[in-house]
């Protein structure tokens, strides 16, 4: 191989296709307007998220977990206490929607049984079938009659309802 190679000969590719060099003293617009959007709008609205972003992660807030205190029932608030009727009415709602998902769960957890057992369904789900009995009657003892439009205070009257009837049978069943 000769030392002295005929670099003409074989010349290489360029690797890149070459830049068109400015012809034009004036400045692109379009670049322009990238760096005043950047500087004006986009680098303070960055700050600010950003600084919420890291207040946030020292105060987690887990809303999902969220626990409410126990507020007074219905029956224990005073007589033109408004405040604590609607607590106690948020308290009523707020039970009510977890009795209704205990409900669901307990029911979901039959259907998961008979999926599985299949044919065999009555005698090994028989648990599940007597819970779910047990959940849907107390649903059913507390929240039964009140409809859609049912509040703490139409529970609480068919509360009273239910414990005055039971008084009278069983003062019915004492004097025979």
């Known amino acids: 191989m000769p030392e ?6 074989y010349k290489v590719p360029p690797t890149r296709t070459p830049v068109s060099e400015r012809t034009t003293s004036v400045p692109n617009p ?8 950047k500087y004006v709008i986009d680098a303070p609205v960055t700050f600010v998220r950003e600084w919420i972003e890291r207040q946030q992660a020292k105060n987690k807030f887990y809303y999902y977990h969220q626990k409410f205190r ?7 608030c005073l007589e033109g206490d408004y405040l604590c009727f609607f607590e106690a009415e948020a308290q009523w709602r707020r039970d009510r929607m977890v009795d209704q998902e205990i409900v669901e769960i307990v029911r979901e957890r039959l259907g998961a049984c008979k999926q599985r ?3 065999n369904q009555f005698q090994n789900c028989a648990k599940e079938v007597e819970l779910l009995a047990q959940v849907t009657k107390a649903y059913q003892d507390r929240y039964g009659d009140l409809g859609v439009h049912g509040n703490a205070r139409t529970c609480l009257m068919k509360q009273k309802h239910r414990m005055m009837e039971e008084r009278r049978k069983a003062q ?3 004097s025979q």
């Open 30 to 37: 379009v670049t322009f307007f990238e760096t005043v959007f």
């Open 4 to 9: 002295d190679r005929d670099w003409e000969a």
């Open 172 to 174: 019915a069943n004492a």
């Open 117 to 119: 057992e299949g044919p």
């Open 70 to 76: 126990r507020v007074p029932d219905l029956s224990e």
